[in-house]
């Protein structure tokens, strides 16, 4: 059984212990569905990653290379804080962009691009689809969150690989505040995010929006930083008038994290998702 270079990245924070964390295989050629499938279970993290050359189609495309996503429950197709610390790995491992500053990363649901600047990494935010709520089920999870219907000041379903019911709340407080029935959410089948945004949310130096994310059918019942919720999320509230397009959101603070979230909207309309990310542990891993 090969030794494989393996590294622990926390990410969306900048010191150890606050943010995401995230199992990183740096070659996993040679691996098959099953081999990756069983080291992410045995890791029990939210996910863990594996690094692979670009295929012939995303090379040809301007892949620098390639990452298969799984939790413990299977493969996803996309998801944010992966993405991120797959990419700060990739790059501390000595990977160099084809694109100085700028990266393409290769995953099951396409193309993404991130942007290396300061410090930080952003990824573009997938397209993401959005609808209206089946008001039964909205209910079911309102109150599973121990909220009543007028504390919810809006709801959509949002979809850019993982699936999000959204609920805009009135204050930070009541975000924080809530005790979900875990297991009830879980046999409803809907990971549900929840989010306030604070009058000051554009001022960047501080955290203006609160965001939680439950994720109990994924066997995650709070995720502490979520990428792609809050890339959702932003598409979402920006559209509609209800954030700025710049803002810096809070979240895991009810878990003891204290994971940061940069937001902003280009010129182009396109949302950006960035945070840091810190090498926890780095050595080899036998699979």
Known sequence: MPERAFQQIDVFSQRPGDGNPLAVVLDAQGLSDADMQRFATWANLSETTYLLPPTEAGLAAGADYRVRIFSPGGELSFAG???????????????????????VQECAGGLVRIEQSDGLLAFAAPPMQ????NPALLALVTGALGLRPQQVLAAQVLDNGPRWLALLLPSAELVLGLQPDHARLKDLGQDVGVVHVAPSASDTSRPGVTVRAFAA??????????????GSLAQWLIAEGLAPQRYLVAQGERLGRAGRVHIRQDEQGQVWVGGQSVTCIQGTALL
Not at 81 to 103: D, E, F, N, Q
Not at 217 to 230: A, C, I, K, R, W
């Open 81 to 103: 804080h992966p993405t991120l610390g797959s990419c700060h790995a990739w790059l501390k491992a000595g990977g160099s962009p084809r694109v100085p500053g700028s990266i």
């Open 130 to 133: 959005r609808s209206a709520p």
């Open 217 to 230: 059918p994924m066997g995650n019942p709070e995720d502490p930083v979520t990428g792609s919720l809050n």
